[in-house]
């Protein structure tokens, strides 16, 4: 009889093949080169144009024209084409009736939640919780597949540092680190354990490279990146989406440096497949290849397509450069047929992972767990955990239920749930969405709310309602006031130049702080505003951003006691815009300036001599310290730290050491409390910034207990690049572990 005994070397193949395929999001390589390489070779040059374009719904007028163009492989992917049945038709049709019978890639912007709609990157990115970051992305994942789509076009991982830029919403702020390491939890939970699972979805890292650094915060302006930025910061989080296993990146709107970043070599080709070996496909954004040419880098879109293409960027979205000239620019060889094979063996590999050979449909009853209660409780959670606590004078916060015999409940925001979803949110619908106003009422009763809008919406300047609102408040324990902006205004194009709350919001605020009721404020906005007055003026101010499906009851939570606010944020907050650009990590100067150097411009005697105020780097109205330093966030309850120790004040440039401090809870509350680190490189081949963070922790303490925190830092960890190379430099180092970037305890350590 001949039975089957299995060799080591099969055993060991066998192990390492399923090793391989457990990974997290790690892409399953086998069979997919093999097919690609097949297929190519069996396509037309019209069937491989067709898998570089990237159309959307509508393009064809008739839907009879929309079906030709399938069975032909006139495009390989459609967005924005939505729902269980007409997705499957389409692939059925791409499927069966094609020639080659290659699946569609169905792309769709998920960014911060489908039904279920999260809090905005930004907001999340406040939680500093990157577990409960992927739930909530494979949360997403899940839902939208369920509508045929197979591809989100997130994460969005642009770090800014301009407020004023609308699309700091979807962004994670201002940190690499922060940011790379919510990108990489993005990515994994949008992608899922394995690729094939029907509620995983092709995460699309975005937009590669430099779209954040947009001049004067306006959005799709010029950006210039030295280079030093541009790997030590910008780059980061889109080399953490990489190295998660992102399929996809898509590449900006944005030049950078001189040339469209959608034709860029050093970006797409350099950087993104030599030195890191992305092996997935690239996709342009929105018409960014015709728009080349108004950049002026291009002299017609034929020339466009020749560049985007000989930059590696293999598949065109939404227009139709590549459709259009690839025949004449092989013809005139501007491009050759190896560049247009490499692309659609990335597309093509892409659509192998996915398992859409095997399975290209979706099972139309998975729709039914859309907006399940575990997706809407996790939602409240992250927006309870999003949410940052920037004031909280006498505590005001939190307020009992039992002891209030009412409050007034005053604000646009209070009761605007389309407002609430903010930006990028077209799958979320309003009457999904539960506001702080019902939340309220829910939690203490209807009899104890009293409720005015006072404005009708975030830019109303009219003030009929501003009498109501004050006798609310007159007639109430507490107000509790929802102020921000609408979610039209944050987003794609919806840059602001000057970032005050809008309308006149901020003259409610006073007008209900004249009435000398605790006052409490609630902002709900897409990006961080300029509150400087706003803060003085208020007893407690929690930061909601837009916090999505379930941000009232998630602010309710916190409002009333459930849970203390935990969030901390993740972008320096200034004073105005003058202060723009001001992130934690900028350089020292040769003249930092000090409380004891500025004089604030009204305190400056008249006719004083030109050298009375000192030569130091600071405004002379904003002085030189931001309104709120990033890392910042209040609890209820008061957190201590202590002890901190280092295993070692000396590090080999090849080895790590322990970092351990004691933080504890002395207040009332259990609560959470995010431990940041952070350290100075104190001297290097190109100057360091002041602070970085290198380590992070979210930890819940119980109160009256004490918790050691412990940290692993490498001197890998510490390598930047200098203008030439990647290095970690021997020298001095600060290093602190506290609550912000802007409190710590402090201690030193040599790298040799
Ligand atoms: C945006 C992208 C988005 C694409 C598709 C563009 O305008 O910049 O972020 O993915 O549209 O909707």
């Not at 409960?132 to 994942?141: G, Q």
């Not at 369920?146 to 201002?174: K, V």
């Not at 919806?494 to 003259?507: T, V």
């Not at 650009?581 to 030109?610: H, L, M």
Request: proline share 5%; charged share 25%.
């Amino acid at each position: 009889m001949n039975t089957f005994k299995p060799s080591l070397v099969v055993l060991f193949l066998l192990f390492a093949l399923l090793a391989n395929s457990c990974k997290t999001g790690a892409p399953v390589n086998d069979g997919a080169d093999t097919m690609a390489e097949k297929m190519v070779a069996r396509m037309t040059l019209d069937e491989k144009i067709g898998q570089m374009s990237q159309l959307f719904d509508g393009y064809f007028g008739d839907y009879e024209q929309f079906k030709q163009a399938i069975r032909e492989g006139r495009f390989g992917s459609l967005l924005n084409y939505l729902g269980a049945d007409k997705v499957n038709e389409a692939q059925r049709i791409a499927v069966e009736e094609s020639r080659l019978g290659i699946p569609l890639l169905i792309g769709r912007d998920v960014i911060h939640g489908y039904r279920t709609i999260f809090p905005i990157p930004l907001g999340m990115a406040a939680s500093w919780n990157p577990e409960a970051v992927k739930a909530a992305f494979r949360i997403a994942a899940a839902e939208a597949s369920t509508q045929g789509i197979n591809w989100a076009f997130a994460p969005m991982i642009d770090i800014t540092w301009d407020p004023r830029w609308g699309r700091i919403a979807e962004g994670c702020g201002e940190d690499p680190y922060l940011a790379s390491t919510l990108a990489y939890a993005m990515v994994e939970g949008l992608q899922g354990d394995s690729l094939t699972d029907p509620a995983s979805v092709a995460a699309c890292a975005k937009h590669y490279a430099g779209y954040g650094f947009a001049e004067a915060g306006r959005d799709y302006n010029t950006t210039y990146i030295a280079e030093p930025v541009l790997r030590n910061v910008v780059l980061k989080p889109f080399k953490a989406a990489k190295d998660a296993g992102a399929l996809t990146f898509m590449s900006g709107f944005n030049e950078l440096n001189g040339i469209p970043v959608s034709a860029d070599q050093f970006i797409l080709k350099q950087i993104l497949r030599d030195e890191w070996g992305f092996e997935g496909l690239v996709i342009s954004d929105w018409a960014s290849v015709p728009q080349i040419v108004d950049q002026g880098y291009a002299v017609d879109e034929k020339d466009a397509a020749a560049k985007a293409i000989n930059a590696g960027l293999d598949m065109e979205m939404a227009t139709t450069t590549y459709f259009d000239n690839i025949k004449t620019l092989l013809d005139e060889k501007k491009i050759t047929m190896e560049q247009i094979d490499n692309a659609v063996k990335n597309i093509l590999r892409v659509k192998y992972k996915l398992g859409l050979f095997e399975n290209p449909y979706v099972d139309p009853e998975a729709e039914k767990k859309i907006l399940d209660p575990s997706f809407l409780e996790h939602a409240r959670m992250v927006a309870r955990q999003s949410t940052v606590m920037l004031k909280n004078d006498s505590n005001t916060l939190p307020l009992f239920a039992d002891k209030i015999s009412s409050v007034a409940v005053i604000g646009p925001l209070a009761d605007s749930p389309r407002d609430q979803m903010g930006t990028w949110s077209f799958d979320g619908l309003p009457e999904n969405s539960v506001t702080p106003l019902e939340a309220i009422r829910d939690m203490i009763g209807d009899r104890k709310v009293n409720y005015v809008q006072g404005l009708k919406y975030s830019r109303d300047r009219t003030k009929d309602q501003f009498s109501a609102a004050m006798a609310a408040a007159d007639r109430s324990d507490a107000i509790l006031l929802f102020i921000g902006e609408e979610w039209i205004l944050s987003g794609e194009g919806q840059s602001r130049g000057n970032i005050d709350l809008p309308g006149a919001q901020s003259e409610l605020l006073t007008a209900l702080a004249a009435t000398g009721k605790p006052l409490v404020v609630i902002i709900m906005a897409g990006r961080p505003l300029a509150i400087g007055d706003e803060l003085k003026e208020s007893d407690a101010l929690l930061y909601a951003w837009h916090g999505g499906t379930m941000a009232g009851p998630a602010l309710a939570d916190l409002i009333f006691g459930k849970e203390s606010p935990s969030g901390k944020l993740p972008v320096t907050f200034v004073k105005g815009e003058g202060q723009i650009p001001f992130y934690y990590y900028r350089k020292n100067t040769g003249r930092p300036a000090s409380d004891r150097t500025w004089t604030p411009i009204d305190e400056i005697p008249v006719e004083n001599p030109q050298s009375s105020l000192g030569y130091e780097s600071f405004h002379l109205d904003y002085g030189y310290t931001p309104l709120l330093p990033f890392g910042y966030g209040l609890s209820y309850t008061t957190f201590t730290y202590s002890d901190l120790t280092l295993s070692d004040d000396e590090m080999s440039i090849t080895g790590s050491i322990t970092v351990k401090a004691t933080v504890t809870n002395g207040g009332e509350w259990d609560a959470d409390e995010i431990v940041q680190l952070y350290i100075r490189d104190r001297v290097g081949s190109i100057t360091r910034p002041i602070k970085e963070l290198k380590g992070y922790r979210r930890i819940t303490i119980p109160k009256g207990e004490t918790a050691e925190v412990e940290f692993t830092l490498a001197a890998a960890d510490l390598a930047f690049f200098n203008g030439r190379e990647t290095l970690t430099e021997p020298g001095e180092f600060d290093l602190w572990v506290g609550p912000n970037s802007d409190e710590g305890l402090h201690a030193e350590f040599i790298v040799r």
